[in-house]
């Protein structure tokens, strides 16, 4: 049984930084891209970061490039999100999942999904 398990939201000030982790058991993370989702209140789903497999491809939306970075330890089966200089705006909750296709330009999700953290950032 493949399971996601995500961890590290929780409440931070505009500024601030958080580390998301994604613990995998029942597949091997290194053999899948990944990639790191979220939904805000009232918002549709949106694909924040991936990290592709075996090359390492990574894609980012605008809204989160240059402050967010994605980056997977294989031999721990985890993939991370650092976040930093969290806005208001990246108030959501953050899913990881398996991706379809990862390109610069854009990431597709797969079919594995975690259950999600809250992650909010608020004064």
């Known amino acids: 049984q493949v399971q996601f398990v995500e961890s590290g939201g929780g409440l931070v000030q505009p500024g601030g930084s958080l580390r998301l982790s994604c613990a995998a058991s029942g597949l091997s993370l290194g053999a899948y891209a990944i990639g790191w989702f979220r939904r805000a209140p009232g918002k549709e789903r949106e694909g924040i970061s991936c990290?592709?497999?075996?090359?390492?491809?990574?894609y980012y939306a605008d809204s989160v490039k240059g402050r967010f970075t994605i980056s997977r330890d294989n031999a721990k089966n985890t993939v991370y999100l650092q976040m930093n200089s969290l806005k208001p705006e990246d108030t959501a909750v953050y899913y990881c999942?398996?991706?379809?296709?990862?390109?610069?330009?854009?990431?597709?999700?797969?079919?594995?999904w975690g259950q999600g953290t809250q992650v909010t950032v608020s004064s």
């Open positions: 999942a398996t991706a379809l296709k990862v390109l610069t330009t854009r990431c597709w999700p797969g079919g594995y």
């Open positions: 990290i592709n497999s075996p090359d390492g491809r990574t």
